[in-house]
């Protein structure tokens, strides 16, 4: 079973080299594929200004539903499902949590302790 840990360890290290190489070659390639719309935009007749907005209209575009798609994924990490199941057997019930917050609520605040010096004898 260490073996395993090890060889996991090892394994998510390499993979996280690769998905760096992988991201920069991905950001060049973006940058080169968007140059090169831009010259073909140039070529076409459109202004600078046109065919930079085009492309950079593209990328705003795909970040835009990028981020959506993440947001929507993101959603599964609080992994409510698995808590209705948990309290359907009668584990993780998130009740104390609420009381403890709850418990926070019903103190009276303390009024502010006097500052030594600042009172009168």
Same mark, same amino acid.
């Given at each position: 079973m260490l073996a395993e840990f090890a060889l996991a360890r090892v394994a998510l290290a390499r993979?996280?080299?690769?998905?760096?190489?992988?991201?920069? =070659?991905? $950001?060049?390639?973006? *940058?080169?594929?968007?140059?090169?719309?831009?010259a073909l935009?140039? @070529?076409m007749g459109l202004s600078w200004l046109a065919s930079l907005s085009i492309a950079a209209g593209l990328s705003v575009a795909v970040t835009g =539903?990028? $981020?959506?798609?993440? *947001?929507?994924?993101?959603?599964?990490?609080?992994?409510?499902?698995? @808590?209705?199941?948990?309290?359907a057997l009668g584990l993780g019930d998130d009740e104390e949590i609420n009381k403890d917050k709850d418990a926070g609520k019903d103190t009276i605040a303390?009024?502010?302790?006097?500052?030594?010096?600042?009172?009168?004898?």
């Open positions: 993979a996280m080299v690769w998905m760096s190489v992988a991201a920069v =070659f991905g $950001v060049s390639s973006w *940058l080169l594929l968007m140059g090169a719309l831009i935009l140039q @070529r =539903f990028s $981020v959506f798609k993440m *947001l929507h994924y993101f959603n599964f990490t609080h992994m409510e499902a698995t @808590r209705r199941q948990l309290k303390q009024p502010p302790m006097p500052v030594a010096g600042g009172g009168t004898p």
